[in-house]
């Protein structure tokens, strides 16, 4: 199956009505690219998602691991994590209980160079994780861990060397000051929550390796500092973070807290980098990802880079 399956607007008279007329092709195919359709403003791209999802099944990002700005009713800016960063391939928050099933990426501005949204479909990944490394976490599950800072007046002076000090910090995550926000999210999304003395908060969860669909669906690499996830200069940074966090910064185990080896990391790295397709962004490109069958990520650029993302459908863990 072609992938992404790309449709040409160019040709296409009344592009809303085709999409009604040939809905299918979005439960048939995992990534679609509407490319040359008129979608000129954020208003217009509103309207395209939700012709294509439900308008009530929107979602928002709180509790996301990465920093986005509300847009619009249903649109965030993607990621603005620093350009210079890869973001790895991931299933839009498997680390949660509840998850989107449906994602969509809009090119606002193409980058100059790179940028580019690498998408993998994960049944292939599965299929291609060692099945030695596959069945620790499909029988035991995997451990999230998070640990959320507090945002003092000392990381607020440090968050201007450094914007992702702020970045972890419990208040920018859920856009709050009142930890019994947290503490509701976690009933709700089936988290624990654990206080320190320090204001901190670290919170776990345990969630299965496959959806429903039984395919590969889930943050284990996501959550590894690794130098094969987050490049040599980067991950040297991340291990200092965690060896003074405690060690849970952001980090996950099998079902039995078991730690996996660098070298097991690497093989589902490989297994992401195997089936990983990629396109340049063209302005105006609507990407239409099914979360429950493909992963993506993001590569370093150069210049301005706009993309914004809508989450629509939630989904559900049902064991651990
Ligand atoms: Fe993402």
Request: proline share 5%; hydrophobic share 35%; with cysteine.
């Amino acid at each position: 199956m072609t992938f992404p399956l790309i449709v040409d607007g160019s040709a296409i008279k009344n592009h809303k009505s085709w999409i009604k007329e040939n809905e299918h092709i979005f439960k048939e195919h995992a990534a679609v690219l509407l490319r040359n359709f008129p979608i000129h403003s954020r208003e217009l791209l509103e309207e395209y998602v939700k012709t294509i999802a439900p308008e009530q099944s929107f979602l928002d990002y709180t509790g996301g691991t990465s920093p986005r700005k509300k847009l619009g009713t249903s649109i965030y800016s993607s990621t603005e994590m620093p350009f210079f960063l890869k973001i790895p391939m991931h299933s839009e928050m498997a680390y949660r209980k509840r998850f989107p099933k449906k994602i969509f990426f809009y090119c606002e501005t193409a980058p100059l160079m790179g940028g580019q949204t690498p998408i993998a479909d994960i049944q292939k990944v599965y299929l291609d994780v060692p099945e030695v490394i596959r069945n620790k976490l499909l029988n035991e599950g995997i451990i999230y861990y998070r640990h959320l800072k507090n945002y003092t007046p000392t990381s607020k002076v440090l968050s201007l060397i450094n914007p992702m000090i702020k970045m972890g910090t419990w208040q920018f995550v859920f856009k709050t000051q009142d930890p019994e926000v947290v503490n509701e999210y976690c009933r709700q999304n089936h988290y624990q929550s654990e206080w320190l003395k320090d204001g901190s908060v670290i919170l776990t969860t345990h969630l299965p390796a496959l959806n429903e669909k039984g395919v590969w669906f889930n943050s284990f690499h996501f959550f590894q500092v690794h130098h094969r996830i987050w490049g040599r200069l980067i991950t040297p940074v991340f291990k200092f973070i965690r060896f003074i966090s405690r060690g849970l910064d952001m980090s996950a185990t099998t079902g039995n807290k078991q730690r996996l080896s660098s070298d097991e990391i690497s093989k589902i790295v490989d297994a992401y980098e195997k089936n990983q397709v990629q396109f340049d962004w063209q302005k105006g490109d609507l990407l239409f990802l099914d979360n429950t069958r493909t992963a993506h990520g993001r590569n370093p650029y150069l210049g301005k880079r706009k993309i914004l993302v809508s989450l629509a459908e939630e989904g559900e863990f049902t064991s651990f």
